[in-house]
Nanobody, 115 residues
Framework: QVQLVESGGGLVQAGGSLRLSCVGS??????MGWYRQAPGKQRELVATIDSSDVRNYADAVKGRIAISRDYAKKTVDVQMDRLTSEDTAVYYC???????????WGQGTQVTVSS
């Protein structure tokens, strides 16, 4: 059974930094990454990284966020800097499994940026 478990969310002041971590289990993943959902909005891409280390960033976070992955440990981390109130959201770990291409989601971790 595939599981994605996030950690690292919390409250941070505007201009501050946070690092989110996610560990996967129960399978191997072609793509891992992060999405977020703010109140009243649809879930949106933050960043993904595939098995060739190709990174994809949303325009809203480019230059402020760096995604990294440890294939052996099945983890994906995102370092977020210069946070603003616009970054306040629930952040979800995402993974696409190899072979089946099925998508999986974590439970989400809240990030709140105070101005």
């Amino acid at each position: 059974q595939v599981q994605l478990v996030e950690s690292g969310g919390g409250l941070v002041q505007a201009g501050g930094s946070l690092r989110l971590s996610c560990v996967g289990s129960g399978g191997s993943f072609r793509i891992m990454g992060w999405y977020r959902q703010a109140p009243g909005k649809q879930r949106e891409l933050v960043a993904t990284i595939d098995s060739s280390d190709v990174r994809n960033y949303a325009d809203a976070v480019k230059g402020r966020i760096a995604i990294s992955r440890d294939y052996a440990k099945k983890t994906v981390d995102v370092q977020m800097d210069r946070l603003t109130s616009e970054d306040t959201a629930v952040y979800y770990c995402y993974a696409k499994r190899i072979i089946t291409d099925k998508d999986y989601w974590g439970q989400g971790t809240q990030v709140t940026v105070s101005s």
